[in-house]
């Protein structure tokens, strides 16, 4: 339970912030604490987690699987450029180990396509993620539902959760054509920004997940 002087704060559906360890409590009451004179929803990820995994998770746990599963579908990781040759050779060295650390160790096998036209995934690897996600509790599996919408990947958030990947380096492989444009063509400001915003979320998730199996 997390305690503030005290007293306990709610979800927004009036719920007390209870979560499954001391350390995920620890995250939460540590965004409190660090809050001003008034609350700044915006720096604070961890309680927003709990709510949702509070509120609403257990309410719709099916349909949360359902769109990790659709995230396998189409992931990130399984469409290689067309070109350039040294971008080809960097998503293959780094993007290839991690297709195969999922067929390996989940039973996630998917197939791999070449430019941006779609490749249809076996229909036993979503069935697999799926069994994945609903096989969570509701604190790790809100966990798993943000993580593969910031990383646009069931594989990379499902390595994040089990601890077989860092958020950070995930957050790297989730946009590392992005990264090679950036080399060739710079950065601005505000794209800037957007990354350094997306990699803290990807830290915290991090976090997230290990807090939970403390």
């Known amino acids: 339970r997390v305690l503030l002087d005290g ?13 499954p360890t001391e350390a995920a409590a620890r995250l939460v009451a540590d965004e409190w604490a660090a809050q001003g004179e008034f ?5 604070m990820p961890a309680t927003r987690l709990s709510a949702t995994a509070i509120d609403r998770i257990p309410l719709a746990r099916v349909e949360t699987a ?11 990781l399984c469409y290689f450029a067309d070109g350039p040759a040294s971008l080809i050779a960097r998503q293959e060295a780094e993007w290839s180990p ?10 996630v096998r998917l197939n791999r396509a070449e430019g941006i036209a779609h490749v249809a995934q076996p229909p036993e690897s979503l069935a697999r993620v799926r069994e994945l996600a609903l096989g969570l509790d509701d604190f790790a599996l809100t966990g798993l539902a943000t993580a593969v919408g910031l990383f646009g990947s069931a594989v990379l958030a499902l390595a994040v959760q089990r601890g077989a990947l860092s958020g950070d ?6 946009r590392l054509e992005e990264a090679f444009q950036e080399t060739r063509w710079g950065v601005d400001a505000e794209a800037a920004a957007r990354t350094a915003s997306r990699r803290a979320e990807a830290e915290l998730l991090d976090r997230w997940f290990r807090a939970l199996a403390a």
Request: without cysteine; proline residues 9%.
């Open 7 to 19: 007293r306990s704060p709610k979800t927004p559906a009036g719920v007390p912030l209870v979560l």
């Open 39 to 43: 609350l700044d929803p915006a720096t």
């Open 66 to 76: 359902d769109e990790i599963a659709s995230y396998a579908g189409s992931d990130g």
């Open 169 to 174: 380096a995930a957050y790297d492989l989730s």
């Open 98 to 107: 991690w297709l195969d650390w999922a067929e390996r160790d989940l039973g």
